[in-house]
Each structure stands twice: as C-alpha cells, then as structure tokens.
C-alpha cells in the first residue's frame, strides 16, 4: 500500500503514559489539527486532533455514522456491512431518528436519579463480594467490569439468572487473553439472551424498558433485540473501562484522589474531568456524503474522517491548560505518575488562556451517547464507594503488573490488581 507524503499511517495509539493520549497526536493536535491518514483497509482519509473541528463534523449532516460506509482505523476484522435492525448508532435519519427518539425520555437525568438506587445496590453487593473474597483482587473482574453489565440488564428488565449469565459472557468477550472462537461463541450467545429476553417480557412485563418498547407497539422482536444488544455492548465496555482507569488515576495519584472521595459518591466536576482527561473512547469516525471544506482543505465525498476523543479532549484550542486535572479549587497534572506531578499553576502553554469548552468523550450532536447520563451516575457512585469501603484500598504490585487496551476503539485495561 502506497501512503501519500506526510500522512499518518493508522490512528497512532502507543502511549508513554497510561494517563496520556498517545505523543504522537499530542504533536498533530499543535501542528497538524487536520491531517492525511492512511486506514488498515487501504482508504485514504482524514485524523482530526482540533476539538472545534470535531465538534463541526459531529454536529453536520454532511457527515454519515453508517456502518456500511465505515473504515476503520486500527487493524480490526469487521467489515463494512449495513447496521442490524434496532442499532441506530450506525445508522442516519430517518433510520437512527425512529429508533432513538422512543429512548430519548428513558435516559433524562430525572429517570436516571430514579435507577441510582440500583446501581447503589448493585455496587454494594460487589463490594461486599470483595470483601468476602478478600485481598488481593482483580479490581476490573471483581468490579469495575460486572456493574455495568448488572445495571443495564437491571435497566432492560432482565430477569438474575440472565444478568448473571451477561456478566459471564461479556467477561469472556472483553479478555483478550480469549481465544477468537470463544468470543466468537460469547457474541453469538449473548444475542441469543437478548432474544429470549425480549420473548420473555412478550409474556412478563414489568417496569422496565423492554416492557415500555414492547407496549409502544413500533418495534418488532428483532429490532427489540438489536436495540438492548447494542444498549449492553455500547453502555458496557466503555462505562466498565472508565471506571478502571478512574480508579487506577486516582490510586497512582493520592493527592488527587484526597480531594476527590471524601464522601459517598464524586461531584459532577470531577466525573466530567476524569471523562474529558481519561477519554476511554479512543475514537469516532464519520465519512463524508459531499465535497466539503474543513479546516482549510477540501474533503472528497466518501472520504473518511477519524476523530481521536483523547487528543481533541486535550487541545489547547478548547480547554485553558488542558493537561491539568481541574475541579474547584483542584489543579493537578494529568499525565505522568503520582512521583512527577507538574504543581498547580503550571503547564505547557496552552496558547489560548481564555479557552473554555465542552469535552466530546459522549461525542456530540444528534449521535451524543445516549447513556452519557446513566455512566456518569455509575461513574459517582461506584468510584465514591470504593474508597469509603476500602479507605487504605493501594495497588498490588507495581505498574508492570497493569496491562493496557491500546489497539482498540474502546482504551482501557485488562486487570487492575488491588489490596487493602
């Protein structure tokens, strides 16, 4: 494959600090908001690092989330086919607009204080789980992967015996240590839960929202359960690795973490930081549907633009000191370990010290994460209860013992080992 003169060669994703976006588009976000990327699949497209573009391109109809015009940044084997009945995430208006608008009123912030009771719940029994099984643990396993999982399955209306079934079926997805035939195997039976789910609540409705869909009348059984397999998948990985980076952030810096779990759960600031700082979501891509001009140059119809959520969650353009962890009265490094931490007041010039802005870890416009509500209250809540349990909860081990997910739309870890 022949790569044009100064363009990227795949989405760079090889990080010097866990905490960090990679050097790489920290460089391109300074120099090169706007740049040539060649993708795994041989198409020619764009890398955008500039927030202010992103959020253009995330806000326009001139840009598509089909997946059947998708190209991939990092070396993946999906191919580009059309969206399964009931997953609007790759799909446009009208398609994406019929089957999100009946969620809308289901995801507000008064319906999700109505759930934080169970996601209370659902953390305390892992907790306690913990504590029974005791030190050490693998904080991912133990906790940071099943609530999720346990709160949207609550959320759907699942019954236990199918939660306790999704919880070990979405572990055996998520290991990258599992053979490709068992996750292979793992997808294909968690559809068929999904499924069984949804016939089940035919004949057991409940106060839940697959009762809720159902008694609508608009969808049929196979975009019902396209709809709560993409709801699990979507609001499960990502929500789970927020909540291990979180944890591992705060473990490695203890002045942070001091002022972050003095009480039961995090503030709203401090959720939104480690979103904007941490980013798990590594990257958006949409495909241009006409010529259009973007930051100077001109982008061809059918050509491909990739969004990196870490580097433009960090631009200078949008955000005053963007390396700095801020809440009120916090201002703390981001990048680095608890032993380099740059003092309050101080970083690299961000060249723009009146920048204020928006991060786009949930993405933004009409494809804005609609769970972005329900992981910000998990995100409080469990990170909050951590420490109040656990108060001398440290790592076990060292940094060599924690592996991170580089080389995947979704950035997180694959085992997070803690003792107390």
């Known amino acids: 494959m022949t790569v044009e003169p100064d363009a990227v060669d795949g989405l760079p994703t090889a990080r010097g600090c866990p905490f960090s976006p990679p050097a790489e588009l920290t460089e391109l976000s300074a120099t090169r908001p706007l740049t040539r990327m060649s993708y795994p699949d041989g198409h020619m497209g764009w890398l955008v690092t500039s927030h202010p573009l992103a959020r253009r391109i995330l806000a326009s109809q001139d840009f598509s989330a089909r997946h059947d015009l998708r190209h991939s940044p990092i070396p993946t084997m999906l191919t580009p086919t059309q969206a399964p009945p009931g997953a609007f995430i790759g799909m446009d208006p009208p398609e994406h607009t019929r089957y999100r608008k009946p969620l809308n009123q289901y995801f507000t912030v008064r ?77 294909k039976a968690t559809h068929e839960l999904m499924q069984n789910l949804v016939t089940y609540k035919r004949h057991n409705p409940g106060d839940d929202l697959l009762t809720k869909l159902i008694d609508d009348g608009e969808l049929d059984d196979a975009e019902l359960t396209g709809l709560a397999l993409m709801m699990l998948i979507a609001g499960h990985e990502t929500t789970a690795q927020m909540i291990g980076l979180s944890m591992y952030y705060l473990l490695r810096h203890e002045e942070i973490r001091d002022r972050l779990t003095g009480g039961p759960v995090l503030t709203d600031e401090a959720v939104n930081e480690l979103l904007r700082c941490l980013s798990a979501v590594q990257f958006v891509t949409r495909v241009a549907l006409t010529d259009l001009e973007l930051g100077g140059v001109t982008v061809r119809k059918g050509e491909a633009c990739t969004i990196s959520l870490p580097a433009v969650n960090r631009d200078a353009r949008a955000f005053e000191e963007p390396d700095l962890f801020k809440t009120p009265n916090l201002f703390e490094a981001v990048g680095g370990t608890a032993g380099n931490l740059q003092p309050a007041g101080h970083s690299p010039a961000s060249g723009n010290p009146s920048a204020s802005g928006s991060h786009l870890a949930f993405g933004h416009g009409i494809h804005q994460c609609i769970g972005h509500n329900l992981a910000r209250s998990e995100m409080k809540i469990a990170i909050g209860a951590v420490w109040q349990r656990f108060p001398a909860l440290r790592l076990a081990g060292d940094d060599a013992d924690i592996t991170t997910r580089e080389a995947f739309n979704t950035y997180g870890l694959d085992r997070l080992p803690v003792e107390w």
């Open 111 to 187: 319906r999700i204080r109505q759930l934080e009771p169970a996601i209370e719940r659902t953390t305390r029994e892992h907790l306690h789980a913990m504590e029974e099984t005791g030190a050490p643990t693998d904080l991912m396993r133990a906790f940071a992967l099943p609530i999720p999982v346990a709160v949207i399955s609550e959320l759907l209306g699942s019954t236990p015996e199918i939660n306790e079934e999704l919880q070990r079926l979405r572990a055996v997805s998520m290991d990258p240590k599992s053979p490709a035939e068992d996750v292979g195997a793992s997808v």
